[in-house]
């Protein structure tokens, strides 16, 4: 399979053309269950997200990563752990969330599971992630000797200035409104287009320059703007054909936009 392209299909036949062990990182940001797209609407998502995990174990590269978004539950009470290690649940906080709930607490929450194959030889580039610390350093070197979360132990904790690393709740990357710039088409908004600040912190954590990204589910292509910019190699799956041109439009702008700096 050809890199560097999107294909127009679905993805549980398109996977089937990639070799073992072939792919460094999978963004997938496919169905939640919760609207009513007709590709949303899927009985238990759960098992929907089970089999994808499986199809995923065999194409990923040891040591290489799946980011699975979906709602609190999406991988409640299925058995991922023959396929793949879950090594966090990235909670994705929406605090402007519309809270409109009047019998239970309002989800302003998504989930991103972060899973990699095996335990060992994960690309995780915290230095290109990090965030700003938000504790003063004067403060921070006063309780230096704090308890480790680990085990409790007193230790001196390390002060980086560069930032810190962003956790596992992220609160600090906004969804895309009416407003944004970055917006592909107001009527895609919700259900679509995901932020480049979130794609970004994903491909940069968990992938080197020339690596290879799958993005099944791919939307107008956020993945692969970014996968762009930052010089990895990618595969794009997507079922609508209307979403494909638009991947390869923002693709082309892209590659425009870095031509034209070679030539300043
Ligand atoms: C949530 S959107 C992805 C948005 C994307 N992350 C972005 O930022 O543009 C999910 C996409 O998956 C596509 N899709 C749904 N089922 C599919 C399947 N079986 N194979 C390929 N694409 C599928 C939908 O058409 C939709 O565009």
Redesign the pocket.
Known sequence: MKINKVYQ????E?IKQIDDESINLI?C????GVTE?D??KIKNIQEYNLNLIKLFSRILKKGGSLYL?GKPDCIDFIDYRPYLNLNAKIVWYQPSRLAQGRTNYTNNYDIIAYFTKGKTTKVFNLNHIRVPQLVELEHRKRCENVPSVMNGKFHKTKFNGNGKNPGDVWGDIKQLTYKSKEL?SRELLN????PIKL?ERIVKASSNEGDLVL?????????FAVCKELKRNFIG????SA?VEICNKRIKEIKLKQESKLFV
């Open positions: 299909g679905d993805c549980f398109l963004v940001d496919g169905p939640f797209n590709w949303d978004f592909i259900t679509i287009q995901k794609i993005d099944p589910f791919a939307g107008v292509g956020t993945t799956f997507e079922i609508n979403f």
